[in-house]
């Protein structure tokens, strides 16, 4: 799609960053976009080139460090672009920099998750954009879709070009951010071949796609373990050893139901209803009842799927709870765990 479309397609770290798993990554991608000095230091060592940048603030005491690890870096406002962009000439290679707009359109429907919402603190909007692009300005970025088509995007490019049109012959880039879920089965790949050419074309410009969930989607499986069965008025619920709110928090924060390999929603005959405990001390920890189709018994797997993508960057040690092991599963049908968690994991974070 990189070849046929001559755009190109990087990491957004924030989704997916598991780097044991970069030297598949970097057979497709050639770079990532980092929101942190730590995720662009990721970058430099993992992906073994220098970051694209984008956060809504940078730090005066982290910038020049952060300035080693960067080719791209994207401000959030003006002030931020005065403050930073003489501090980019000093770095000692070239740093290409851009700013992000709001197109103040999105087909996102969860607030949570919409960069375009009345207000937003992501993107200058386009009244209060300057007349002219600011010195040294050589790109623009957005992002307001998640988890969306090419046909989302399509909607969003009439909104960016009808506001920030007259700049876009004036940049030698633009980045149109991430959810471009372009490995959902289904996803139009033509279509954004053919949206992003013409694009490209139009305003003879470079065109950078950063999706996070794309790259680990359906990817990999969270499994977790029955510890032990209770019964409060009527209902059962299965403890297991992990956590929602821990190991999974977007199926709480975004929120959403996660698959689980043989189990369904229940059904008005369902006999063997269950709901999903969680092991931390939360009383919300927990996912409403699935139908399991047999009696669950202590020892039995609990199938988590597709829990890679932003669910692995999530994580925390909530109540000291541990972190799940993290494996590789290789084409030849092994399983390398690549990392155990341990008391020093959890107790070098607090002092
Ligand atoms: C600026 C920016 N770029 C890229 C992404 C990645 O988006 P996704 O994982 O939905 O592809 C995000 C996600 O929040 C983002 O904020």
């Not at 001559?6 to 990532?32: C, D, T």
């Not at 008005?268 to 189709?293: H, I, P, Q, W």
Request: charged share 20%; glycine share 8%; hydrophobic share 40%.
């Amino acid at each position: 799609m990189q070849k046929e479309a001559e755009i190109e397609i990087i990491l957004a770290f924030k989704g997916f960053s598991m780097w044991g798993s970069f030297p598949i990554v970097r057979e497709y991608l050639n770079g990532a976009t980092a929101s942190s000095l730590f995720e662009a230091r990721l970058c430099y060592e993992e992906m073994k080139t220098r970051a694209h940048v984008y956060a809504p603030v940078y730090f005066e005491h982290e910038f020049e460090e952060l300035m080693q690890y960067t080719s791209h870096i994207v401000f959030n406002s003006i002030s931020q672009y005065k403050k930073f962009y003489p501090k980019t000439l000093k770095a000692g290679h070239p740093i290409s920099c851009g700013l992000r707009v709001n197109p103040e359109y999105s087909d996102v429907e969860t607030d949570l998750y919409n960069p375009s919402a009345a207000g937003s603190r992501l993107g200058i909007g386009s009244n209060e954009f300057p007349e002219s692009l600011p010195e040294g300005i050589e790109g623009l970025h957005f992002h307001v879709l998640c988890e969306s088509t090419s046909y989302s995007l399509e909607k969003v490019l009439e909104n960016f070009e009808a506001r920030f049109g007259k700049h876009l012959h004036q940049v030698k880039w633009i980045n149109m951010g991430g959810g471009h879920l372009m490995t959902r089965t289904g996803y139009n790949h033509e279509h954004l071949i053919g949206l992003l050419t013409n694009f490209r074309k139009k305003y003879d410009v470079q065109v950078i796609l950063e999706p996070g969930s794309a790259i680990a989607w359906e990817t990999g499986v969270l499994v977790a373990t029955v510890m032990d069965v209770v019964q409060h008025q009527n209902i059962n619920t299965a403890i297991l050893d992990v956590s929602f709110t821990a190991h999974m928090p977007d199926t709480l924060e975004m929120p959403y139901r996660p698959r689980i390999e043989g189990a369904k929603d229940p059904e008005t005959n369902s006999k063997y209803l269950y709901r999903l405990g969680g092991l931390s001390c939360l009383a919300g920890d927990f996912m409403e009842v699935y139908d399991f189709g047999k009696e669950l018994r202590i020892g039995d797997r609990i199938i988590f799927k597709d829990m890679i993508h932003y669910t692995m960057v999530k994580t925390t040690m909530f109540n000291g709870v541990n972190h799940p092991a993290i494996a590789i599963w290789t084409a030849n049908d092994e399983l390398k765990v690549v990392r155990t968690f341990h008391y020093q994991d959890f107790k070098t974070r607090l002092s």
